[in-house]
């Protein structure tokens, strides 16, 4: 019968040595025997049992859970239960995802004959993939500037709250609306709308753009090329992709 050291059995297995030691530790995974050197000697039916361990692991068994388990007399009819169950979710799992894939599939089918591919579309989508990378690097700005504007606010703000020192917040709360202005003012100089109706490129009011209704990446705006108010897609203006 074949033996395997502590770092045979964890390279066969997929885990780390000290993994393998954790578990002996933990009396889950004693070795079979010990070398006259006092070396750990894994026999087949451990290496059955580790790739066992590691497979409830997957599952989301806790140490202690399957300690508890692997303890119980006749431990594999409980585990057969377990992977029972286990195969039925993967199984209902997989219709499910059929099933949406076939939603996906017919809606696509059914959007493509209604969109009529033209140069205007394919300019529309290379002028998206161009200016998506310039796009993240102004947003990620915004964000990193936000947050900081927030740490000021809520700092102080707990100021108050637990030392009752509240001038601090006053005189922050002022410096974030007063941050904000030219912050906004920043981030809509350098982005621009493409519209889903006529797939033009426009530059719709600073003060339109405030008060419209939106969504992490789109606004309710009017084209001014068709006239027609939907939720436009955000994008980058051409001069600011061009300053990189």
């Known amino acids: 019968m074949s033996q395997y050291s502590t770092g045979e059995l964890a390279k066969l297995c997929g885990v780390s040595v000290r993994t393998v030691q954790y578990y002996d530790s933990r009396g889950i995974l004693p070795p079979t025997e010990l070398s006259e050197g006092g070396r750990r000697l894994y026999s087949e039916d ?27 007399p006749e431990p594999e009819k409980i585990i057969d239960l377990i992977l ?90 002022c410096l974030v609306i007063i941050a904000s202005i030219p912050l906004s003012k920043n981030y809509y100089d350098h982005i621009a709308y493409i519209c889903p109706e006529c797939h033009k490129v426009f530059v719709p009011g600073f003060k339109e753009v405030v008060f419209a209704m939106h969504t992490p990446k789109t606004r309710r705006l009017r084209c001014p090329w068709c006239g027609v108010k939907k939720y436009c897609v955000e994008t980058v203006r051409e001069e600011a992709v061009s300053n990189g």
Do not use: H
């Open 46 to 72: 451990d290496l059955s049992k580790m790739k066992m361990i590691c497979f409830l692991r997957e599952l989301g068994l806790s140490i202690n859970d399957i300690g508890r388990l692997l303890s119980e």
């Open 84 to 173: 029972c169950e286990q195969e039925k979710a993967l199984r209902e799992e997989i219709e499910d995802a059929g099933e949406k894939l076939d939603k996906t599939v017919f809606f696509r089918s059914e959007l493509a004959k209604r969109m009529e591919l033209s140069p205007q579309n394919v300019g529309d989508i290379a002028y998206r993939m161009k200016t998506r990378t310039a796009l993240f690097r102004i947003r990620r700005r915004l964000i990193i500037e936000a947050v900081i504007l927030g740490l000021v606010e809520y700092s102080t703000l707990l100021l108050w709250i637990f030392k009752g020192i509240w001038l601090p917040f006053v005189i922050g709360y």
